[in-house]
């Protein structure tokens, strides 16, 4: 597909498809392979409707408190994971399998919302030595 061009009859029917698919996932690459036109024909589109950029604005918004949600109930909750453990021979026959269910926090999560959240106490600082900057 040729760049700025969709494959839609009406045009414009591209639109809603790919707002419904920034939503879930705050991608403008993604939602426009969903709702397959060029990830360049939002931005086009965009730049000549206002009401269209607002509503593309308000989908990524909501795609990333979606995701910032999800962050979130992974730094405190945690997500369910289930694993498979198999034991071999030394014939490389299997012996033994075992299923593993956990539920799996993420630090990592954590402190990615904390330095979002609390910028001032737990953002990166940046110390600047001397009047060049550099160290030593």
Do not use: C
């Not at 029917?13 to 690459?29: I, N």
């Not at 198999?86 to 033994?96: H, L, P, T, Y």
């Not at 990592?108 to 959240?117: E, P, Q, R, V």
């Amino acid at each position: 597909m040729s760049q700025g061009v969709s494959n839609y009859e009406v045009p414009n029917a591209w639109r809603e498809p790919f707002l419904e698919a920034l939503r879930l996932q705050p991608s403008v690459t993604s939602a426009a392979r969903v709702a397959q036109v060029h990830r360049s024909l939002p931005y086009s589109a965009a730049s000549r409707d206002a009401a269209f950029k607002a509503a593309m604005h308000d989908a990524k918004h909501e795609g990333g408190e979606r995701l910032e949600h999800q962050l979130h109930r992974w730094a405190t909750t945690g997500v369910s994971t289930v694993r498979t453990r198999r034991k071999f021979d030394r014939n490389g026959n299997m012996i033994e399998e075992e299923t593993i269910e956990s539920i799996e926090r993420s630090v990592t999560a954590a402190i990615f919302l904390l330095k979002g959240i609390f910028p001032d106490k737990y953002g990166n600082r940046i110390r600047h030595t001397g009047d060049g900057g550099g160290g030593s």
